[in-house]
T-cell receptor, first 114, second 112 residues
């Protein structure tokens, strides 16, 4: 299993600013993912955070808006840049401890942009 | 990505069995069927998964059709704590597609 800690749990930010969300896993993992969940909606995959290389972004998400770091096998950050009210969502970190195994999710970061 | 179709919502009474259906007519031979649920104000949690045979664990049972084009998650005795959004997801076993793509899910309401 894997336990994921996300920081901050929530924040209220001014438009035009940036917020960096941290994701810490209690064990070394190969795969880490970042999701966005807009109000009342399902989860949308933003990107796969690759250790030692650039993140792999899903269609509709770009590195300039959502830069991701993955410095080691237990930690990743997602930055939401130049925020607008449309970025108000819950952002979730996820991991799998290996292929064919279950995924684990953090509790999420609830972001409100005003 | 192979798609799944689920009803938007379902209702159940406490202590009754619940059968949550999922259609996945375009499933490939190597896709696993995964179920996750999201309780209010929490991240999703794993429920169960299977490939071809029916599966049981402490949380639920997964019944998979013989042609694999549909599956049913069975909660044997619903409790109030089972009220959540349930997601049926197809997951490939190829490394570069080993990611979870969520559909709209089924919102389960459980009444006392």
């Amino acid at each position: 299993s894997a336990v994921i800690s996300q920081k901050p749990s929530r924040d209220i930010c001014q438009r035009g600013t940036s917020l960096t969300i941290q994701c810490q896993v209690d064990s070394q993992v190969t795969m880490m993912f970042w999701y966005r969940q807009q109000p009342g909606q399902s989860l949308t995959l933003i990107a796969t955070a690759n250790q030692g290389s650039e993140a792999t972004y899903e269609s509709g998400f770009v590195i300039d808006k959502f830069p991701i770091s993955r410095p080691n096998l237990t930690f990743s950050t997602l930055t939401v840049s130049n925020m607008s009210p449309e970025d108000s969502s819950i952002y979730l970190c996820s991991t799998m401890t290996g292929r064919y195994t279950e995924a684990f999710f953090g509790q999420g970061t609830r972001l409100t942009v005003v | 990505d192979a798609k799944t179709t689920q009803p938007n919502s379902m209702e159940s009474n406490e202590e009754e069995p619940v059968h949550l259906p999922c259609n996945h007519s375009t499933i490939s031979g190597t896709d696993y069927i995964h179920w996750y649920r999201q309780l209010p104000s929490q991240g999703p949690e794993y429920v169960i998964h299977g490939l071809t045979s029916n599966v049981n664990n402490r949380m639920a049972s997964l019944a998979i059709a013989e042609d694999r084009k549909s599956s049913t998650l069975i909660l044997h005795r619903a409790t109030l704590r089972d009220a959540a959004v349930y997601y049926c997801i197809l997951r490939g076993n190829v490394y570069n597609t080993d990611k979870l793509i969520f559909g709209t899910g089924t919102r389960l309401q459980v009444f006392p």
